[in-house]
Nanobody, 124 residues
Framework: QVQLVESGGGLVQAGGSLRLSCAAS????????MGWFRQAPGKEREFVAA????????NYADSLKGRFTISIDNAKNTVYLQMNRLKPEDTAVYYC?????????????????WGRGTQVTVSS
């Protein structure tokens, strides 16, 4: 059974940084791609970033390029999202997701498994 467990969320001031982690377990993920999505109150879920399990392919939401970085540690089965220069509009629940197939995708419905999310709150 696939499990994705996010951690690292919290309260941070605008301009600060956070690193989210997603620990994946339950199967071999070498043929998977991983993604981060977020959902703010009253808004639809949106794509943040994605990475192939090998780490050689990444994709980012255009609005987040340059501030957010996705990475992966295959030995630890963990995906990271480094978030810098955070803004109040980055406040959301951040979800980790996994999809079969190494092609990175930006649409939530392409993903097969989801974590429960971690709250990120950025104060002004």
């Amino acid at each position: 059974q696939v499990q994705l467990v996010e951690s690292g969320g919290g309260l941070v001031q605008a301009g600060g940084s956070l690193r989210l982690s997603c620990a994946a377990s339950g199967r071999t993920f070498s043929n998977y791609a991983m993604g981060w999505f977020r959902q703010a109150p009253g808004k639809e879920r949106e794509f943040v970033a994605a990475i192939s399990w090998s780490g050689d392919s990444t994709n980012y939401a255009d609005s987040l390029k340059g501030r957010f970085t996705i990475s992966i540690d295959n030995a630890k089965n963990t995906v990271y999202l480094q978030m810098n220069r955070l803004k109040p509009e980055d406040t959301a629940v951040y979800y980790c997701a996994a999809k079969w197939g190494t092609v990175v995708r930006t649409r939530g419905y392409d993903y097969d498994y989801w974590g429960r999310g971690t709250q990120v709150t950025v104060s002004s």
